[in-house]
């Protein structure tokens, strides 16, 4: 199911957010930074941080192979 762009960049937007506001409580708590990728809190997080950048990389390819078949079918519309 593709989400328009707009809605992905505000789901991102939350979803670092959220990482960052749990990245402090770690701090808080005197998590060093490379010992926070084995907490279970902060993998759920950023894993859905990395979901959603994804999908935005996905739809960029969609959006270009689109753009492209557009171009392509003008092409071919003006030479016949």
């Known amino acids: 199911m593709s989400l328009r762009r707009a809605k992905l960049e ?3 937007k939350n979803a670092e957010a959220s990482v960052a ?3 402090k409580v770690l701090d808080e708590q ?3 930074e490379d010992q926070r990728k084995k907490h279970p809190k902060w993998r759920k997080l950023n894993a859905q941080r990395v979901q959603i950048v994804n999908r935005l990389i996905s ?3 969609i959006e270009d192979r689109e753009e492209s078949f557009k171009q392509s079918a003008a092409a071919e519309s003006s030479e016949g």
């Open 21 to 23: 506001e749990y990245s």
């Open 30 to 32: 005197k998590v060093a």
């Open 59 to 61: 739809l960029k390819v």
């Open 10 to 12: 505000r789901q991102l």
